[in-house]
């Protein structure tokens, strides 16, 4: 599996994802920059949520568990805390986005 699959996997499901309460979706780690091992690596996201979306750990483990069933994969899912411009240093300075609101970003629709 590659990013432009995980991506597409993601889309598929991008209304059940929003029920969920996810607004925005960042794929990362190694999966992102193309040098995941498939035995070994899980596939990073960290996820957007709704204000005001109160979630237990509970909630975020299904959420998780329900994404590793959607791409075949471990996921480890994060919650991104803060503004949206202050990712975590890790990332990559653009990373890959399976679905966000492309006015917040200013760059244009988020898919073809």
Excluded: C, W
Aim: no cysteine; charged share 30%; hydrophobic share 40%.
């Amino acid at each position: 599996m590659d990013k432009s699959t995980i991506v597409a996997k993601l889309r598929e499901h991008e209304s059940e994802l929003k029920a969920a309460g996810i607004e925005h979706l960042f794929l990362h780690g190694s999966y992102a920059r193309g040098t995941a091992i498939r035995e070994v690596s899980d596939v990073d996201v960290i996820a957007e949520f709704a204000p005001g979306r109160r979630l237990s750990l509970l909630d975020m483990v299904a959420i998780e568990n329900r994404l590793a069933d959607m791409l075949g994969v471990r996921v480890d899912l994060s919650r991104q805390k803060g503004s949206r411009s202050r990712l975590p240093p890790k990332l990559p300075a653009r990373p890959s986005l399976p679905f966000r609101d492309p006015a917040l970003y200013g760059d244009g629709p988020s898919r073809p």
